[in-house]
């Protein structure tokens, strides 16, 4: 098993069978150049690549993840300069999604808030970074972690009032590579937030699965003989202009 670079435990497994061939599942991941370091993807050919096509299309070229982390590090820093009573909070689901709040909490020198439940998960991890930067009360720490759900402006509004008069105004983040625009493309500064009152939302495009140039990458390095997606395949369509990718990218 080899780190997925996605949430924590993603793998990508490699299989070697008895008849020497070699199948490669993604699972869910985000590809990086760092995974053409990985030993065993370096000098084995692989037969079979099972691969994650959640964005494979070419619409889908969002930024990379340390470029969104730094956008998103720099809106919470102006952010906090104008507006020093803020609450910040970002969007997460049970597990996915720490490096954006772990970025903060790093940045700007404060813990982390999340209810009981997430802070078990959170501590079973061993991050380094994230377990020892746990808050168990919310008025320790402007930086505050909600359900990605629950980032909605009534939700919002309520938890703001929740605070009992500690904070003013309320920065969330909705990481999510969905959030991504064409127009916006990779600069990350013609985002437009959303406001309502005193609570402002961003919608950035983090996303822990490859963007289109990246699958591109990946493929053309391990240049596998075959490719099975395993996202999006409901149709024919879908399935066929997926193909049609992948035969162009192996011809380069």
């Not at 020497?20 to 030993?39: E, V």
């Not at 406001?195 to 495009?205: E, Q, R």
Request: a positive charge.
């Amino acid at each position: 098993m080899l780190d997925a670079n996605h949430c924590p435990g993603a793998a990508l497994i490699h299989f070697r069978l008895p008849n020497g061939q070699c199948y490669l599942h993604t699972g869910d991941f985000r590809a990086s150049k760092l995974m053409q370091a990985y030993p065993v993807l370096a000098s084995q050919r692989i037969n079979i690549l099972y691969l994650d096509t959640t964005y494979c299309n070419p619409k889908y070229r969002f930024p990379s993840k340390e470029d969104v982390l730094e956008f998103v590090v720099g809106v919470t820093r102006r952010y906090l300069n104008n507006h020093p009573k803020t609450i910040v909070v970002v969007g997460a689901y049970s597990i996915g999604k720490e490096h954006v709040y772990s970025a903060i909490s790093k940045a700007l020198g404060v813990k982390i808030y999340a209810n009981a439940s997430r802070r078990r998960i959170l501590r079973s991890f061993g991050w380094v970074g994230i377990s020892e930067n746990l808050s168990t009360n919310g008025k320790d720490t402007p930086l505050h972690i909600l359900p990605i759900s629950s980032l909605r402006f009534e939700i919002l509004q309520r938890y703001l009032a929740s605070q009992d008069g500690q904070y003013t105004s309320m920065l969330s983040f909705r990481p999510t590579g969905w959030t991504y625009s064409e127009t916006i493309g990779e600069n990350l500064n013609l985002i437009k937030p959303t406001s309502k009152g005193n609570i402002t939302i961003y919608g950035v495009p983090y996303s822990e699965h490859s963007n289109f140039i990246e699958l591109q990458e990946f493929v053309q390095f391990l240049r596998p003989e075959k490719i099975i997606p395993t996202v999006n395949v409901g149709n024919a369509v879908n399935r066929g202009k997926m193909q049609s990718y992948f035969q162009q990218w192996l011809k380069a």
